[in-house]
T-cell receptor, first 112, second 116 residues
């Protein structure tokens, strides 16, 4: 089953782009990459997901490498409210159930 | 309600007692998940319900943990004979069509369990 690896922490200056990497070298062809974030004391919040093409929504962009072994979440203009733990998740389908493997997460601190 | 709700928001219990945690998913969502998050740790998958299918219990850490989902909606996670290592935030999430390849899980605020 595919697992993910993320750096434990990152800093980003307010107003700059935050680029959060994730490695998922054992990902299989039908597995999606999801990104969630968790602000202190709250439940995780969905950000974006993708299969193989790059994706963009109002919150972020997701860049997936051609071999799908890694991806990068981009917050184009980070604000202080983006300070959170960001989780990169690979969705695996097993029988009738689903396993969501949350990685260690990256603690992003946006600095004024 | 508009989102996933969980109750109680906080629970303090004594070692050896049983506890029940409740999750109300978003109306119409067929899938429901339970996770737990120990202090400073990532999320740990516990159990998954999808429609009328048998639940995926592969993440339950021991036979003291069980969960049920009645009528395809509300779910209860039960921990029997609680231990101090059970102290964690228990998170519930639901999703609309997990087997359609397009899934977003919506999380509740969690129940903070403290076992003394």
């Amino acid at each position: 089953d595919a697992k993910t690896t993320q750096p434990p922490s990152m800093d980003c200056a307010e107003g700059r782009a935050a680029n959060l990497p994730c490695n998922h070298s054992t990902i299989s062809g039908n597995e999606y990459v999801y990104w969630y974030r968790q602000i202190h004391s709250q439940g995780p919040q969905y950000i974006i997901h993708g299969l193989k093409n790059n994706e963009t929504n109002e919150m972020a962009s997701l860049i997936i490498t051609e071999d799908r072994k890694s991806s990068t979440l981009i917050l184009p203009h980070a604000t202080l409210r983006d300070t959170a733990v960001y989780y990169c998740i690979v969705r695996a389908l097993r029988g009738t159930g689903n396993q969501f493997y949350f990685g260690t997460g990256t603690s992003l601190t946006v600095i004024p | 309600g508009a989102g996933v709700s969980q109750s109680p928001s906080n629970k303090v219990t004594e070692k050896g007692k049983d506890v029940e945690l409740r999750c109300d998913p978003i109306s119409g969502h067929t899938a429901l998940y339970w996770y737990r998050q120990s202090l400073g740790q990532g999320l740990e998958f516990l159990i998954y319900f999808q429609g009328n299918s048998a639940p995926d219990k592969s993440g339950l850490p021991s036979d003291r943990f069980s969960a049920e989902r009645t009528g395809g909606s509300v779910s209860t996670l039960t921990i029997q004979r609680t231990q101090q290592e059970d102290s964690a935030v228990y998170l519930c999430a639901s999703s609309l069509r997990p087997l359609a390849g397009m899934e977003t899980q919506y999380f509740g605020p969690g129940t903070r369990l403290l076992v003394l």
